[in-house]
């Protein structure tokens, strides 16, 4: 796996990382939600974005991310026209955790929300990674730090027909799978 260090600026991976990265893995801090999302450092560009993280290093010489591990929610989604791996994951992330709330985290986690870690893994079928944007999963999340692993996985279903004016460019319907690990 590769992970990348902290960073306050998230990024995507680009096609050409995608292709070359069995599982890829990205540290996002979130301290203010607001701030995050608009912060004008945002990169426009997914290649610019990747490019402006730092060094990759292998996931084995880093410390495990989540030292505590307070529960696990699970979650899937999909994208029935126009094969978007973001809209698909967005929606298993929600789905995750929509039906949970955590009031009492700060008796949990020194430093409550702001030091929550939360470990998501997402399954996406391995031809539509390359579109997958982190950045919009990420404002799912309302508070925490974020690690998300992308491995191969989730599944490609046919949606019985192509409807063009919806952005298909066949009948591929993308569905990802999101496992999120909450703790410290």
């Not at 997958?132 to 692993?149: N, S």
Request: proline residues 5%.
């Amino acid at each position: 796996g590769i992970i990348a260090s902290f960073i306050r600026l998230p990024f995507s991976l680009s096609a050409a990382a995608s292709n070359s990265l069995q599982h890829k893995t990205a540290n996002i801090n979130l301290f203010s939600r607001s701030k995050y999302l608009h912060s004008e450092r945002i990169p426009k560009s997914p290649h610019a974005a990747f490019m402006s993280a730092p060094k990759l290093e292998t996931a084995e010489e880093e410390k495990p991310f989540l030292s505590t591990v307070l529960f696990i929610e699970c979650g899937f989604g999909n994208d029935s026209h126009g094969q978007s791996s973001t809209k698909a994951a967005v929606r298993a992330c929600r789905n995750a955790i929509e039906f949970n709330s955590l009031p009492s985290i700060t008796k949990f986690v020194l430093g409550g929300y702001d030091n929550m870690k939360l470990s998501v893994i997402l399954a996406v079928p391995k031809k539509y990674q390359h579109n997958l944007d982190l950045l919009e999963c990420a404002k799912v999340f309302p508070y925490g730090k974020i690690q998300f692993t992308v491995q191969d996985g989730g599944m490609i279903a046919p949606s019985g027909v192509a409807i063009e004016r919806l952005g298909d460019s066949c009948d591929d319907m993308v569905i990802v799978c999101c496992s999120v690990m909450v703790g410290y």
